[in-house]
């Protein structure tokens, strides 16, 4: 049930999540989303034609804490109640409500931007470690800036990637014949 609700939620936008459960429908069952982080937020969905909307509007989200939630979605028909799924999703700032600088860049684009900028520094340092007055100072060699370069590289187009709807990775045409 990976995907029933977002990987990431942004605060100070519309929240509308429609389910549909053969065995959950509405209005027989109520289905309630349970998130759990920097602070609790708690749902209950509108059921029209066995259909569940989870909505809160921009207003409600704006007052959302931003960072990492564990969610649980629970059916329940008055009498049992049911763990449906669970997972984790991120909670975006309201980028509107943000006063002062606002760097919106993922850790890994900042880590790679710092791999870069030291790989670059280097480029005019040609000695990986030396010793002054009993004092030394060792550099991470080249070699594995340049692997983690690439780790990070990956990371960032692979989130780019799914991002863009295209996580499947490479499209690989192959002809037969």
Known sequence: ???????????GITFRVPL??????????ELSLILRGPGPIDLVAAG????HTFLADAVVTAAWAPGSYWWQLRA???????????????????????????DGRSHAQRVLQAIEAVIEGRASIDQESYSINNRSLSRTPVSDLLKLRDRYRAEVSSAAAAKAGRGLGR???VRFG
């Open 76 to 102: 329940s028909d008055g009498s049992d109640v049911v763990l449906v799924a669970e997972g984790q999703t991120k909670l975006l700032a309201d980028i509107s409500a943000v006063v002062g600088e606002f």
């Open 171 to 173: 499209i690989h045409r």
């Open 48 to 51: 029209v034609d066995e259909t």
């Open 20 to 29: 549909s459960f053969s065995e959950y429908p509405a209005p027989d069952w």
């Open 1 to 11: 049930m990976v995907g029933l609700i977002p990987s990431e939620i942004s605060a």
